[in-house]
T-cell receptor, first 113, second 110 residues
Framework: DAGVTQSPTHLIKTRGQHVTLRCSPI?????VSWYQQVLGQGPQFIFQ???????GRGNFPDRFSARQFPNYSSELNVNALLLGDSALYLC????????????FGQGTRLTVV | SQQGEEDPQALSIQEGENATMNCSYK?????LQWYRQNSGRGLVHLIL?????REKHSGRLRVTLDTSKKSSSLLITASRAADTASYFC??????????FGSGTKLNVKP
């Protein structure tokens, strides 16, 4: 079975540009969450989607947006990139109910220069 | 904040020894999950413990949860060099949104 897949694995962008990160959840999983992990810190919650609806948003500016498609894959979009957006972006997949494990992809390493 | 915080920040032991990491959190939780991360790669799920459970085992892993003290511990027995990684606890709310601490860096020396 395929795990959570994220693309691309690495990305270099210039300040002010826009970026789109993609995530395909484990087959059958209906919930996708996005996390940002800055070097040396733990992951910080950005968004959660369940059945194509936003279920939660973390403390991130409006430059960050996301959506979930009918096949449950998801995109994270970041506009007007700042140097501080450089981080590992992780996608987590789960069934969506309580007490269910969340499985993470390998992440997208975004570097903003 | 609901964020979990791990202690110690770093731990260095010899192969074969046991490693214990602790996690504290501030608010009520639905469940608590432990993850491992190797060198800035993705997180690997280790174990989930529900708020009404006190202890769980999985192979060489033993997790305890004390909701009265808002704390959890992860014990890795008979550690191996391959256990070298960062370990995170994540507290989950009712919608399975996770709140992570800064992690414990474990170094197992061969």
């Amino acid at each position: 079975d395929a795990g959570v897949t994220q693309s691309p694995t690495h990305l270099i962008k210039t300040r002010g540009q826009h970026v789109t990160l993609r995530c395909s959840p484990i087959s059958g999983h209906k919930s996708v969450s996005w996390y940002q992990q800055v070097l040396g810190q733990g992951p910080q919650f950005i968004f959660q989607y369940y059945e194509k609806e936003e279920r939660g948003r973390g403390n991130f500016p409006d430059r960050f947006s996301a959506r979930q498609f009918p096949n449950y894959s998801s995109e994270l979009n970041v506009n007007a990139l700042l140097l501080g957006d450089s981080a590992l972006y992780l996608c987590a997949s789960s069934w969506g109910g309580r007490h269910t494990e969340a499985f993470f992809g390998q992440g997208t390493r975004l570097t903003v220069v | 904040s609901q964020q979990g915080e791990e202690d110690p920040q770093a731990l260095s032991i010899q192969e074969g020894e046991n490693a214990t990491m602790n996690c504290s959190y501030k608010t009520s939780i639905n469940n608590l999950q432990w993850y491992r991360q190797n060198s800035g790669r993705g997180l690997v799920h280790l174990i989930l413990i529900r708020s009404n459970e006190r202890e769980k085992h999985s192979g060489r892993l033993r997790v305890t949860l004390d909701t009265s003290k808002k704390s959890s511990s992860l014990l890795i027995t008979a550690s191996r060099a391959a256990d070298t990684a960062s370990y995170f606890c994540a507290t989950a709310d009712n919608f399975n949104k996770f709140y992570f601490g800064s992690g414990t860096k474990l170094n197992v020396k061969p």
